[in-house]
Structures are given as structure tokens and as C-alpha cells.
């Protein structure tokens, strides 16, 4: 039901854009996020964008450097990220998010991505 893509080897300051698309069923009115989980860590929030009015939220080590949109015709959400550094180096989710909970917590979404790895080299 969803499907991230873009991932892939970039240097330290390079930019990549990750998309996530979806089933019209999985994305409509959805409220949606990004989460990565860097080699023996715990997976974490990254950013979060609300279906209605497309307001973002980001974790404090992405903010200013990437940017969640999302195209509700095409059913497509997407990351840009700026700047890179290599503890962005991780495999990066695309999620939904159930309504009326916490975007930045794991428990919170209910349909995952499979992942699209990313790797910063310095």
C-alpha cells in the first residue's frame, strides 16, 4: 500500500529526494510521515505533513535542511533532503498515520513502507 523510493549513496552536502506513493485508499485525507532507522538504532520521527492544509513537522536534526510535500493527485508524498551529512545514513519509512494521535511517534502509524536505504558518505 505504500511504496518509497529515491533512496540511494550521495556525498556529505548532496541532496536526494525520496517519494512515497500510495493507493488512493491508503492516502486520501491521510496525515503522513517519514521515519528512519540509522544500523543499531531505533527507528525515529523525521518529518510529518497533514493531509488538509499540508502542515509540516520536523525533528529538530532535519529541521532547515529537509522539506515534506506531498501531491494529493497523485497520491504521492515526498522528501527533500538538503545538505546531507552522514548521520542521515539510514533506511528511510514512509508511513500513515492514524488520525487524532502523536505524529511523531512510532505507534501512531498504521501502514508502513518497506524502506529505501540512504547513505551520506563524508
Known amino acids: 500500500q505504500l511504496q518509497a523510493s529515491g533512496g540511494g549513496l550521495v556525498q556529505a552536502g548532496g541532496s536526494l529526494r525520496l517519494s512515497c506513493a500510495a493507493s488512493p485508499a491508503t492516502f486520501n485525507t491521510a496525515h503522513m510521515g517519514w521515519f528512519r532507522q540509522a544500523p543499531g538504532k531505533e527507528r525515529e520521527f523525521v518529518a510529518s505533513i497533514v493531509w488538509r492544509d499540508s502542515k509540516a513537522r520536523y525533528a529538530d536534526s532535519v529541521k532547515g535542511r529537509f522539506t515534506i510535500s506531498r501531491s494529493n493527485a497523485k497520491n504521492t508524498m515526498y522528501l527533500q533532503m538538503n545538505t546531507l551529512k552522514p548521520e542521515d545514513t539510514a533506511v528511510y519509512f514512509c508511513?500513515?498515520?492514524?488520525?487524532?494521535?502523536?505524529?511523531?511517534?512510532?505507534?501512531?502509524?498504521?501502514?508502513w513502507g518497506q524502506g529505501t536505504q540512504v547513505t551520506v558518505s563524508s
Open positions: 508511513a500513515r498515520k492514524r488520525p487524532g494521535l502523536d505524529s511523531a511517534r512510532m505507534g501512531s502509524y498504521d501502514v
